[in-house]
């Protein structure tokens, strides 16, 4: 996975300016102190820096602290003097049991956290603490280090600074750049040439050293950098003919960043072992304060002439160590850059049973025209259309349809270079036309592309539900809906996801809210799903509006109680519609598209009742029948806190769209089911892919045939069989667990009577 890159042995003129000047900025809080371990002048060695990149819990995010190791039991002492302000012990908080300390320092209080620690039954809040005499604890069974944390939370910042923090430190080793990759900007596209065109991500992989030994085979040297950075040389290295802002530094780590900015940072392959940057979304120590956040950035490689370059890595920490890596690659003057991925508005069938895709305009100056591909079952595509009858100003095409078969498209668009670069796909919509029973609209309003769980930027949840729904269906954009080209009023049932959209990207904007109003007064039908739709409206802070929470609790009937359900598993409610529906959800493993990590639960409002929860008892959906404020027709609403395409398979989700189908008045026994058979044989891309460590296969049979599913390493060797059978026409989706084996290019291969299928995956750890 690393990239070719030459080392050079000399430093240029400008290189030296570079780590003499600007790898020491003064850090914004000079208070020196000691170690909370013995003894306590002394250097410790350190096991996780600040600012560093986790997914060890539910959510990734930013280490906010030092982890500094000791045996367990071991005593833990105050740094500085002060007082008890919070104690958390295990039967609370379990191994995030913490003490936090707050003394006055200067006229300002001063806040130090100590994590992973039993605290002293002795302390109570308010209790005053000696630094280096007082026991505040010690380090619990198992963890075998405390976390500190210095400033208050979401305040953070970094204990290892220069000329503050825990003193002494002394640390020697410098971090290593292992890999430096090129890519698109703000996408999964690779020049894996080195020829690069357009707006480009300079992608490296840096390991932090804080001790000896080879980086990723010692939590000592797997750590994050404490500053990184880029400059762009001439062929020969011996001039400088870009540098960004800040002398070239991209990312410092004085204070810790929003979490939701950790996708800025870090790629999806990131690990808490991998730390992998994307350097060009860096704004240097100004992009990673606690006041601002890293966004997405570039280096535009069209402000320097076509040629031969040279890319200076730096990697620095917090004692000034630092590694230095020069990677050539070349300033292509082909266009190999595709455009801007489509946005598809809709899908609709009118009364002359013709179905009409509608999309939203691109702008791209070169864009040449567009691509459609339709799908019957999700799984296999045909190119429908292409750029001689798409062409850039169309914006919709329509077709006769007849049947009642379900269809699904996707958009590409394709430029006018002289081989045509295509863009990603769109977001995947569809309907299942003329059928003569209500009408279903589903509403695509799932647009984070960054901050949440689901990091790719399109997805194919819209679908996901369509292939549950058993009656006729269109699919639209929220968009559609906010601008008024789609009538919620035209439907008898409004499907609407959300994913785990959030305060980022707005769960519900005021327009949105307006529009679904109405429709509930006017007696619709309202399914809505998605894991922080509670949270965004009505959490406990000043940040939602009045309106907001009044939308929440009048029109959705529900309440914000609380975030990470910490349950897996939904159950219905005896007594109501959904008695008898079981579930599971969230879980890569077992097939959700993307770990749901922040569930909402939930309460009742206004004369809703509660259909499901979660196994341990919370409530995971409200339902209610009725009049809202301002109607004079009954309307129904369901709500459902988690997103529905996250429910781990489709026999769950087809039985959980069906209930509440069936509670909104859809007929019983309605066939939902696609009776089109599979065309052709088909083996498809693993997904996800790269993977740590599970991946889901997924194949087509055209035919009853003896099927084989192996898979293969590098050198040919077989390492398992995941299908090894006769299988009826369908299609199958198989996971992999990779759990064991090293990183690496897999490869494997289907085998159904004449048909064989190679494909490639690439398991990242």
């Given at each position: 996975m690393f990239g070719i890159f030459r080392s050079m042995q000399r430093i240029t003129r400008t290189s030296v300016f570079l780590i003499t000047v600007f790898l020491f900025s003064p850090a914004q809080d000079t208070l020196k102190y000691q170690w909370p371990v013995t003894p306590f002048d002394a250097t410790h060695v350190i096991t996780g820096t600040f600012c560093e990149y986790r997914n060890t819990l539910s959510s990734n995010h930013f280490h906010n602290g030092t982890d500094i190791p000791m045996a367990d039991g071991s005593p833990i002492y105050p740094v500085?003097?002060?007082?008890?302000?919070?104690?958390?012990?295990?039967?609370?908080?379990?191994?995030n049991a913490y003490v936090r300390v707050v003394g006055p320092i200067g006229g300002t209080t001063k806040n130090i956290a100590y994590v992973h620690i039993e605290p002293n039954p002795s302390l109570t809040v308010g209790t005053p603490v000696?630094?280096?005499?007082?026991?505040?604890?010690?380090?619990?069974?198992?963890?075998?280090?405390?976390?500190?944390?210095?400033?208050?939370?979401?305040?953070?910042?970094?204990?290892?600074?220069?000329?503050?923090?825990?003193?002494?430190?002394?640390?020697?080793?410098?971090p290593k750049i292992l890999s430096v990759r090129f890519f698109q900007d703000n996408s999964s596209v690779e020049f894996a040439s080195k020829q690069v065109f357009g707006l480009v991500d300079i992608i490296v992989q840096i390991a932090e050293s804080n001790g000896p030994g080879t980086p990723n085979t010692s939590s000592i040297t797997n750590n994050g950098v404490y500053k990184s950075g880029y400059k762009i040389l001439s062929a020969d290295s011996s001039m400088v003919v870009y540098e960004p802002p800040a002398g070239g530094s991209r990312f410092q780590f004085d204070w810790k960043p929003n979490d939701d900015n950790v996708g800025f940072v870090f790629t999806p392959q990131s690990n808490v072992g991998t730390h992998i940057y994307i350097l060009t979304n860096g704004s240097g120590s100004v992009g990673t304060s606690r006041l601002q956040a890293p966004g997405n950035n570039f280096f535009d490689s069209r402000d320097l002439s076509p040629g031969n370059y040279v890319a200076m890595i730096f990697a620095v920490d917090t004692r000034g160590n630092a590694d230095t890596v020069y990677a050539p690659f070349e300033i292509s003057a082909q266009d190999n850059i595709p455009p801007a991925q489509p946005v598809l508005k809709s899908v609709m069938n009118d009364s002359t049973n013709r179905v009409t895709v509608s999309w939203y305009p691109n702008s791209d100056g070169d864009l040449q025209g567009y691509r459609l591909y339709s799908s019957v079952d999700g799984a296999s595509w045909t190119l429908k259309e292409n750029e001689t009858s798409l062409t850039?100003?169309?914006?919709?095409?329509?077709?006769?349809?007849?049947?009642?078969?379900?269809?699904?498209?996707?958009?590409?668009?394709?430029?006018?270079?002289?081989?045509p670069n295509e863009s990603m796909f769109s977001d995947m919509y569809g309907t299942r036309p003329n059928a003569a029973t209500q009408k279903v609209l589903i509403v695509d309003g799932f647009d984070r592309a960054s901050g949440g769980s689901y990091s790719l930027r399109y997805h194919p949840f819209a679908m996901t539900a369509g292939l549950s729904v058993k009656t006729r269906f269109e699919t639209c954009a929220n968009e559609a809906v906010i601008d008024g080209s789609v009538q919620l009023a035209d439907f008898d049932i409004v499907v609407w996801l959300l994913g785990d959209e959030s305060i980022a990207d707005e769960s519900l904007n005021s327009t949105e809210q307006t529009r679904i109003m109405a429709y509930l007064q006017d007696g619709g039908k309202l399914f809505i799903h998605g894991s922080e739709l509670a949270y965004d409206l009505d959490r406990p802070s000043t940040a939602p509006t009045q309106a907001d929470r009044d939308f929440l609790h009048n029109y959705i009937k529900a309440k914000y109680v609380g975030d990470a359900s910490s349950s897996y598993t939904v159950n219905g409610v005896n007594g109501t519609f959904f008695s008898g529906v079981a579930f599971g959800y969230g879980l890569t493993a077992s097939g959700s598209p993307y770990l749901e990590d922040y569930p909402d639960y939930i309460d009742t409002s206004n004369g809703s009742f509660i259909a499901a929860k979660y196994a341990n008892g919370l409530n995971a959906m409200t339902a209610y029948k009725g009049f809202f404020p301002g109607s004079l027709s009954e309307g129904l609403v369901v709500f459902l806190g988690i997103p529905f395409e996250t429910i781990h398979s489709k026999p769950e989700r087809d039985a959980v769209m069906g209930v509440v189908l069936e509670f909104f008045g859809v007929p019983v026994g309605v066939d939902p089911q696609n009776t089109a058979m599979p065309s052709a044989f088909v083996l498809e891309q693993n997904y996800p892919n790269p993977f740590n460590p599970t991946s889901r296969v997924q194949f087509t049979v055209a035919e009853t045939r003896f099927v084989s599913l192996k898979v293969f390493d590098a050198l040919g060797r077989e390492i398992a069989t995941l299908v090894n059978e006769e299988k009826p026409p369908g299609t199958y989706v198989v996971p992999w667990d990779a759990s064991g084996l090293g990183s690496g290019v897999y490869f494997y291969r289907l085998t159904a009577g004449d048909y064989t299928g190679v494909r490639k995956m690439l398991f990242v750890k």
């Open positions: 500085m003097s002060g007082t008890v302000s919070v104690i958390s012990p295990s039967s609370q908080s379990g191994s000696t630094a280096g005499v007082t026991v505040l604890g010690n380090i619990l069974s198992g963890l075998g280090h405390t976390h500190l944390i210095d400033g208050a939370f979401d305040s953070e910042i970094n204990a290892l600074r220069d000329n503050g923090g825990l003193t002494p430190y002394t640390d020697t080793y410098p850039a100003l169309t914006t919709k095409v329509s077709f006769s349809n007849a049947t009642t078969t379900v269809e699904f498209f996707r958009l590409t668009a394709v430029d006018t270079a002289g081989t």
